[in-house]
């Protein structure tokens, strides 16, 4: 099994920075994809950027630019530099990862428990 715990959520005023860290723990094979994905009050949760095992990375529209995913494979921690935030970015962060499983070879999704980023305008 794989655990995820994330941190560096909080409140910050529209135009600043905010750096979340998401922390794998257990046991695999191989760590692939990692990614971060954001819900708002009642919505469906959305995709925000992914960096691959190679480190190449891809952001949704909205956030290329300001936001920038990276991952430190010594560490098993993928993290996501946020820059001037906006309010409507307010909403709860998760992480993702894409992981192939030890002596099966499956490949599985993880997901942290979320941490809530709070934008004030």
């Known amino acids: 099994q794989v655990q995820l715990v994330e941190s560096g959520g909080g409140l910050v005023q529209a135009g600043g920075s905010l750096r979340l860290s998401c922390a794998a723990s257990?046991?695999?094979?191989?760590?692939?994809?990692m990614g971060w994905y954001r819900q708002f009050s009642g919505n469906q949760r959305e995709w925000v950027a992914t960096?691959?095992?190679?480190?190449?990375?891809t952001y949704r529209d909205s956030v290329k630019g300001r936001f920038t995913i990276s991952r430190d494979d010594a560490k098993n921690t993928v993290y996501l530099q946020m820059n001037s935030l906006k309010p409507e970015e307010t909403g709860v962060y998760s992480c993702n990862i894409q992981a192939t499983r030890p002596f099966t070879m499956a490949e599985a999704d993880y997901w942290g428990q979320g941490t809530q980023v709070t934008v004030s305008s």
């Open positions: 960096i691959t095992s190679g480190s190449s990375t």
């Open positions: 257990g046991s695999w094979f191989s760590i692939n994809a």
